[in-house]
């Protein structure tokens, strides 16, 4: 699979980041949210398979991942993974957070509000903070092939942007509201 956001070294840049980074991580340009607001209307249309894409290529690339879903964990069979309505729902469901988070970039309070939501509720799954980082360079793999002709590097750009302002912010929140409470900080320090 030929995209070159799933390698090791673009994982490093794309999105493990401390909390001073998750501050002044970088805003998309005024630009860049029109572009991805555009793009996301043309992404719409394929979001099932965006997010089934998205998330065969993460198991295939960080297969660790897939120890976090109880439902996909045992399943070694990629092929199987692709045919799951099970797969096909959560990838649903992640490509609606993403559409919630492109209507949100020009109201970061409200992506912030956003952001806390999706954290507190995969903190509670032990989602690791780190894999924020992996499932954003994926879905920008995924819709590239959606977008065809359309896909530029100015585009990809802005898409690595955005993903990592929402990765930033994920880490952001999570660390600033969780680790005031001792137990749950202590468990978030060590996956982060």
């Known amino acids: 699979m030929g995209c070159a956001i799933s390698g090791l070294a673009a994982k490093a840049e794309f999105g493990e980041r401390n909390t001073e980074d998750a501050a002044a991580a970088a805003h998309p340009s ?91 509720s995969h903190y509670h799954y032990n989602a690791p903070p780190k894999y924020y980082s992996y499932v954003g360079a994926e879905f920008i793999c995924a819709v590239q092939p959606i977008l065809k002709e359309r896909w530029t590097a100015e585009l990809e750009e802005a898409w690595k942007v955005s993903s990592m302002l929402l990765v930033s912010l994920l880490m952001w929140v999570l660390i600033r509201d969780l680790s005031q409470q001792p137990v749950l900080g202590k468990r978030l320090m060590k996956q982060a």
């Open 30 to 120: 005024e630009g860049q949210i029109q572009m991805i607001k555009d793009s996301w209307k043309v992404i719409r249309d394929d979001i099932a398979k965006v997010g089934i894409i998205m998330f065969v290529r993460l198991f295939e690339t960080h297969p660790e991942c897939k120890d976090v879903f109880f439902l996909f964990r045992d399943v070694e069979d990629l092929e199987r993974l692709r045919t799951s309505r099970e797969l096909r729902a959560h990838g649903l469901r992640v490509m609606s957070f993403i559409e919630k988070s492109v209507a949100r970039l020009d109201h970061l309070d409200r992506l912030e509000a956003l952001a806390l939501e999706l954290g507190k």
